[in-house]
C-alpha cells in the first residue's frame, strides 16, 4: 500500500475517488490542448507542481497508463470536450 501523502494544499476539492475533480478535469482539458504544464499553471494561477499533481491524480484515478491514455478515456466518459482544428 502507498502511502498517504496527506493534504496538498489545494482546497477541498480533493474527490472522493468517485469522479475526477473539476480541478483535474480543467487541467487535463488544458493537457489535451496541447499546453505544457507551465502554461498552464500560469493560466490557472498556480505553481507548475500544482499542475503535476492534479494530472497525477486524474490519470490514477482513471486507471490509466499515461497522460494521453486519461485523456481518451475523460473523452471517452464525456468528461471532456476537445474541437477540432479548423
Do not use: N
Not at 496527506?6 to 483535474?24: H, K, M, Y
Not at 487541467?27 to 494530472?55: E, F, N, S, W, Y
Not at 475523460?74 to 470536450?81: E, F, K, P, V, Y
Amino acid at each position: 500500500m502507498a502511502p498517504d501523502r496527506g493534504s496538498t494544499g489545494e482546497g477541498t476539492d480533493e474527490g472522493s475517488g468517485d469522479g475526477p475533480t473539476e480541478q483535474e478535469l480543467e487541467v487535463m482539458r488544458l493537457v489535451a490542448q496541447g499546453l505544457k504544464d507551465a502554461a498552464i499553471a500560469r493560466r490557472l494561477g498556480v505553481a507548475p507542481v500544482t499542475i503535476h499533481r492534479r494530472a497525477q491524480r486524474f490519470v490514477r484515478r482513471v486507471g490509466a497508463r499515461s497522460r494521453p491514455h486519461a485523456i481518451a478515456i475523460a473523452i471517452a466518459r464525456g468528461w471532456i470536450d476537445v474541437e477540432e482544428p479548423g
